[in-house]
């Protein structure tokens, strides 16, 4: 069953208005701290959410049903993670979620929900820890209930920065240093941890296009697209071709 209900609200996340677009660009990763530069000369830093490092532990089926979906299918995509932050050093700190992100043809449902570990402990647990596999359960009251046995499959760590264009209060993420930081064994044998060679800038306000303010990022290689960090992660991690 996909969710019926949005997400409920957390403090280390704020709801998307009605009506928001997201639009998603890669860039070189060579021109990422140029794009960073530059979003510091234009932009204002979020206020609310200063630089961070995000740590993400994807779920999958044991057959990958999820990556699967990502590659063949614009129909059905289901995502679900837990995510906690740390700061640029590598300390944990504040609150850690489940998610859970959904679409079914042109339908897109959230659901969220606080985890009972806070962020430093979590950050200690190893993803074959039987007490990750119950925190998808957690989201049941949202209506989502999974059919099959999702279990972490990758923890990824990647630096993000935000930013507020005035103008058009649009917002920007940059991603940056994107890797795996742990695979689960049973599923995974062997990873390399080394970073994309990009970076992803997500990009959320009213409007369909990246607003005239925005368009000097074109010119440091900034192509828009659909980007999916865990897929992406994992077939660099793998090495793998499906």
Same mark, same amino acid.
């Given at each position: 069953?996909?969710?019926?209900?949005?997400?409920?609200? =957390?403090?280390?996340?704020?709801?998307?208005?009605?009506?928001?677009?997201?639009?998603?660009?890669?860039?070189?990763?060579?021109?990422?701290?140029? &794009?960073?530069?530059?979003?510091?000369?234009?932009?204002?830093?979020?206020?609310?959410?200063? &630089?961070?490092?995000?740590? +993400?532990?994807?779920? $999958?089926?044991?057959?990958?049903?999820?990556?699967?979906?990502?590659? =063949?299918?614009?129909?059905?995509?289901?995502?679900?993670?837990?995510?906690?932050?740390? $700061?640029?050093?590598?300390?944990?700190?504040?609150?850690?979620?489940?998610?859970?992100?959904?679409?079914?043809?042109?339908?897109?449902?959230?659901?969220?929900?606080?985890?009972?570990?806070?962020?430093?402990?979590?950050?200690?647990? /190893?993803?074959? $820890?039987?007490?990750?596999?119950?925190?998808?359960?957690?989201?049941?009251?949202?209506? @989502?209930?999974?059919?099959?046995?999702? +279990? #972490?499959?990758?923890? !990824?760590?990647? %630096?993000?920065?935000?930013?507020?264009?005035?103008?058009? %209060?649009?917002?920007?993420?940059? $991603?940056?240093? !994107?890797?795996?930081?742990? @695979? =689960?064994?049973?599923?995974?044998?062997?990873? /390399?941890?080394? #970073?994309?060679?990009?970076?992803?800038?997500?990009?959320?306000?009213? &409007?369909?296009?990246? #607003? %005239?303010?925005?368009?000097?990022?074109?010119?440091?290689?900034?192509?828009?697209?659909?980007?999916?960090?865990?897929?992406?992660?994992?077939?660099?991690? +793998?090495? %793998?071709?499906?």
């Amino acid at each position: 069953m996909i969710p019926g209900s949005s997400a409920t609200v =957390n403090t280390a996340a704020r709801l998307a208005p009605e009506g928001e677009r997201e639009l998603k660009f890669t860039l070189p990763h060579a021109r990422v701290h140029v &794009a960073r530069r530059w979003l510091d000369d234009i932009c204002a830093r979020d206020a609310e959410f200063p &630089a961070a490092v995000v740590w +993400t532990i994807y779920y $999958d089926t044991p057959d990958l049903a999820a990556l699967g979906e990502k590659i =063949n299918s614009d129909y059905l995509k289901r995502k679900i993670r837990v995510r906690w932050y740390s $700061d640029l050093e590598g300390t944990p700190s504040g609150p850690a979620f489940v998610e859970g992100k959904f679409r079914v043809g042109t339908l897109r449902t959230k659901a969220r929900e606080r985890l009972p570990l806070p962020a430093d402990e979590l950050a200690h647990l /190893d993803l074959q $820890d039987p007490l990750l596999r119950t925190f998808p359960l957690l989201l049941r009251p949202h209506g @989502v209930t999974l059919g099959q046995s999702w +279990t #972490p499959m990758m923890l !990824i760590r990647y %630096r993000r920065d935000r930013f507020v264009e005035p103008a058009s %209060r649009t917002r920007v993420s940059l $991603d940056a240093d !994107i890797a795996a930081a742990a @695979v =689960n064994p049973r599923f995974l044998a062997g990873a /390399d941890y080394s #970073p994309l060679e990009l970076g992803v800038m997500e990009v959320k306000g009213s &409007a369909d296009e990246l #607003p %005239r303010a925005l368009h000097p990022l074109l010119q440091l290689g900034a192509h828009k697209g659909s980007f999916s960090k865990f897929l992406a992660v994992y077939l660099h991690a +793998t090495r %793998r071709i499906f």
